[in-house]
Every structure is written in C-alpha cells, then in structure tokens.
C-alpha cells in the first residue's frame, strides 16, 4: 500500500523515530502531537459533526467535533 502511515516533525530524538518506524511497520498511523492537533482543529473548523459521516456519533462524541 503506498502513502503515508504517520508524519514526525524534524525534531524527533532518535528513540522516537527509531520507535515510529516500527509501529508504523506494525500496522499503526502515528502524528506528531502537533500535527494531530493541527489536523483536529481543522476538522473542528470545518463542522465535521454536520458530515453525515458522522451520523452514528452519540450527542457527545460529535460535540468533541464541532
């Protein structure tokens, strides 16, 4: 499968790194804390909660969304 599985920033120590590649070569998706807040705070921005992806999100579950 091409594409990317996670996105570290440049400053990453050499443990981290070293332990991203082998969770991502386990099967997992990994961000930066940065880059996850970014991308959270986007989708919040965008209205996510009215996408009717996410039609099955209870009350509270979709309110983290908007």
């Given at each position: 499968m091409a594409?990317?599985?996670g996105h570290l920033l440049k400053q990453v120590t050499g443990t981290e790194?070293?332990?991203t590649v082998r969770a991502v070569a386990g099967g997992e998706s990994l961000l930066?804390?940065?880059v996850a807040a970014t991308?959270?705070?986007r989708l919040?921005?965008?209205g996510g909660a009215q996408?009717?992806?996410y039609a099955s999100l209870s009350?509270?579950?979709a309110a983290?969304?908007?």
């Open positions: 594409g990317a599985a790194l070293t332990g930066a804390p940065g991308v959270l705070a919040r921005r965008r996408d009717p992806r009350r509270r579950n983290s969304w908007s």
